[in-house]
């Protein structure tokens, strides 16, 4: 079984930013793409972002410019650098990633428990 543990959610103004990290704990042979999703007060989940394992990066729309996702194979995390950011993007911040246990393992997807981010206006 692997583990993903989020930090580094926080309060900030608006205009503010924070960096969120994801780190993979587990007998992990290697993971394959981890993505960022969030999910405000009384909306779904979405989707952020996500990272391959060769560092190619998408971004939803609305944050395009302002978050740059990247990730440390060696250490198992991945990084989200949150700038300008503004009272919309305030939501539970969760990590999600596709980990091979071994060698023969296909991957399966595993959750973090989340983050909060509070933008304040």
């Known amino acids: 079984q692997a583990r993903l543990v989020e930090s580094g959610g926080g309060l900030v103004q608006a205009g503010g930013s924070l960096r969120l990290s994801c780190a993979a704990s587990?007998?992990?042979?290697?993971?394959?793409?981890m993505g960022w999703y969030r999910q405000a007060p009384g909306k779904q989940r979405e989707w952020v972002a996500t990272?391959?394992?060769?560092?190619?990066?998408n971004y939803v729309d609305s944050v395009k410019g302002r978050y740059t996702n990247s990730r440390d194979n060696a250490k198992n995390t991945m990084y989200l650098q949150m700038d300008s950011l503004n009272p919309e993007d305030t939501a539970v911040y969760y990590c999600?990633?596709?980990?091979?246990?071994?060698?023969?393992?296909?991957?399966?997807?595993?959750w973090g428990q989340g983050t909060q981010v509070t933008v304040s206006s």
């Open positions: 587990g007998s992990i042979f290697r993971i394959n793409a």
């Open positions: 999600n990633a596709d980990v091979r246990m071994a060698r023969w393992d296909s991957g399966r997807y595993y």
């Open positions: 990272i391959t394992s060769g560092g190619i990066t």
